[in-house]
C-alpha cells in the first residue's frame, strides 16, 4: 500500500506567510490536500498559487508557517520525497535540447519502476514529436512536461496549468491521465485557469486571492444553492420593475446586451416573476433556462470581474 493510500491528508499548509519586499504574496494560508484525491488550487494571476505550490514542491521556504508533506518538511527532507512526488513546472525544467521520447527513457532509468515510455508517450501524442524542446509548440513542452512529472509512478504530482496550451483533443487526453492517476491513488494537486478543467476533474477545490483561502469545498458545495435562470430579449429593458418582483435577496442583471440573468431566490419563485414580468410589459423571452451557477460565475464573484495587471 502507498503512503498516499495509507495518510489522510497528503499536503497540510499551516498558516503560511511569503512576501516579496513590501508586498505579501502569501498572506497566513492554510489548507489541507486528501491522499488519493485531486484537488485544484485556484485564483487570479497574482493570488499566489504558483508560489504555493513552489513551497510545497521544496524549491521555496516560506517567511513563516509550515508545510508537511506526509509530515515531512519538503527542503529538509527532500531527498526522501523526491522518489515520490512528481512535478510540473509553469515553465522550464527541461533541457532545451532534448527530444521527447529520449528525454523519457533518460527519466525513467531514475525509478525502479517507471509507467511505459512508448505506452505514455502515444497516451499524450509524443510519439511523432521530433523537435528538440525549445523548438516544440506551447502544446507539445506541456505535454512533455506532464509525462515527465508521471514516469516515474509518484505518489503525489503537482501540476502547474498542465493544459494551458493545449488543443481540446490533447486536453482530453491529458484530463483522462489525470483520472487514471486518481484510480491508481495518485494525490493530485494542480493549479488551473480553467474552469471546466477544475469541475472535471477536482474532487476538491481551493480558491486564493490575494494570497489568502477565499473559499474551499467540492464543486456541488461551492455551487450549491446558487441558482441563475437566463433569457435573450431586446437588449435595454428597464429591469426595475422586474427585480421588485423577485424573491428577496433575487438580483437580476444584464450581462451584455440582450442576454439577462438571475440569481438567487427559489427557483420556482424566480421563474414565476420572471413569467409575470415578460408578460406585463410585453417581453417575449428566447433561450429560458434554468440552473444551477457554475464554478466560473463563483470563482469571479469571489475575486471579482475587473481585469487584473
Known amino acids: 500500500m502507498t503512503p498516499s493510500q495509507t495518510s489522510t491528508a497528503a499536503v497540510t499548509v499551516d498558516d503560511v506567510v511569503v512576501d516579496y519586499g513590501t508586498q505579501r504574496a502569501i498572506d497566513h494560508l492554510s489548507f489541507s490536500v486528501r491522499a488519493g484525491a485531486v484537488t485544484a488550487l485556484l485564483g487570479p494571476n497574482g493570488a499566489g498559487k504558483t508560489t504555493m505550490i513552489e513551497i510545497c514542491e521544496g524549491y521555496r521556504r516560506p517567511d513563516s508557517g509550515a508545510v508537511r508533506v506526509w509530515d515531512l518538511n519538503p527542503v529538509a527532507d527532500a531527498k526522501a520525497l523526491r522518489p515520490r512526488v512528481g512535478v510540473m513546472l509553469q515553465d522550464g525544467g527541461i533541457y532545451s535540447s532534448a527530444r521527447a521520447l529520449p528525454m523519457l527513457r533518460h527519466l525513467a532509468r531514475f525509478y525502479a519502476h517507471p509507467l511505459p515510455v512508448d505506452e505514455l508517450a502515444e497516451r499524450l501524442g509524443l510519439t511523432s514529436v521530433r523537435a528538440t524542446y525549445r523548438r516544440m509548440s506551447g502544446g507539445e513542452k506541456q505535454r512533455l512536461a506532464l509525462a515527465c512529472a508521471v514516469i516515474g509512478r509518484p505518489d503525489l504530482v ?52 490575494h494570497g489568502r483561502v477565499v473559499a474551499s469545498g467540492t464543486v456541488f458545495e461551492l455551487t450549491e444553492g446558487h441558482e441563475v435562470v ?80
Not at 173 to 198: K, Y
Request: proline share 6%; with cysteine.
Open 158 to 209: 503537482f501540476l502547474d496549468e498542465p493544459s494551458a496550451g493545449m488543443d481540446p483533443q490533447t486536453r482530453l487526453a491529458a484530463w483522462d491521465l489525470i483520472e487514471q492517476l486518481r484510480v491508481d491513488g495518485v494525490t493530485v494537486v494542480l493549479t488551473t485557469h480553467l474552469m471546466d478543467e477544475a469541475e472535471r476533474l477536482a474532487d476538491h477545490v481551493v480558491i486564493m486571492d
Open 230 to 309: 437566463t433569457f435573450r430579449a431586446d437588449p435595454g429593458l428597464d429591469l426595475l420593475p422586474l427585480i421588485v418582483m423577485l424573491p428577496e435577496l433575487a438580483r437580476a442583471i444584464e450581462t451584455t446586451p440582450g442576454q439577462y440573468r438571475i440569481e438567487g431566490g427559489p427557483e420556482a419563485d424566480v421563474i414565476g416573476a420572471v413569467g409575470r414580468w415578460c408578460s406585463e410589459h410585453g417581453v417575449l423571452p428566447l433561450n429560458l433556462d434554468n440552473g444551477r451557477r457554475s464554478l466560473e460565475d463563483v470563482f469571479l464573484d469571489l475575486t471579482g470581474r475587473d481585469l487584473r495587471t
